[in-house]
């Protein structure tokens, strides 16, 4: 819990649901999840990595998807909809597919710690020097995908990439060459990250907006002077 991460396992039984009468399960923790993704791992003819966040437009009924160039989409009553319970904010609610009989699911869940995690949207300017995006740490992992077109799902880090500018290692999720480089560099700062370069609508396109989850090393008010 207090890195503000979880992971929920569960089986449907093949109710039917729709978002007046969903099914609510404990996400485990302390908070309602800023940012969450679940697949269904045992169903064989649906291959989504579907993620969710929070406080973007219609966020209780939206989703992108990690293994796939679509944008966000919306879904509505009695199809695969999970909403992050504005009611009771230490459950889920589940619709539609998401309680198929007999289909195994598995839901990871973040919510935002201060000093170490953050999730939201930021809108590129189209310009070599994008938008610098605060969050309040040094970022050590940053995923992005746009949100109002589409485009691959990305995943920065220091580990493969030491140094700023450096636009060697991209891991697009779900691509046989995912580990790549394609000119989309990112600048990370002591209080946030900045795209420094643009491909096409994947990283900074003018008007384009994106959904980031950033992750520090270790919590901000844990580190010492180096």
Known sequence: KEAGFSITKWTGDGTSLSVSTPVNLGHGLSKAPKFSIVYPHSDSSNSGWWWYLGDYGDSQASRGRLNSQSGLA?????????????????????????????????????????????????????????????????????????????????????????????????????????????????DFFASGFRITNRTGNRYNANGVKYMFAAWAESPYKYGTAK
């Open 74 to 186: 919306g879904y509505m009553d009695g199809q695969n909809a999970l909403r992050h319970n504005m009611v009771n904010e230490e459950v889920i609610s589940l619709t539609g597919n998401f309680y198929d009989n007999n289909i195994n699911h598995v839901y990871y869940a973040w919510h935002e710690v201060e000093g170490y995690s953050k999730f939201g949207v930021f809108t590129g300017n189209g310009d070599n020097m994008g938008p610098f995006v605060y969050c309040g740490f040094k970022p050590a992992l940053l995923w992005m995908q746009p949100i109002t077109t589409s485009e691959h799902f990305t995943s920065f880090d220091v580990a493969r990439n030491a140094y700023n500018g450096n636009s060697n290692h991209i891991l697009y999720v779900g691509l046989a060459n995912g580990d790549s480089g394609d000119g989309g560099n990112h």
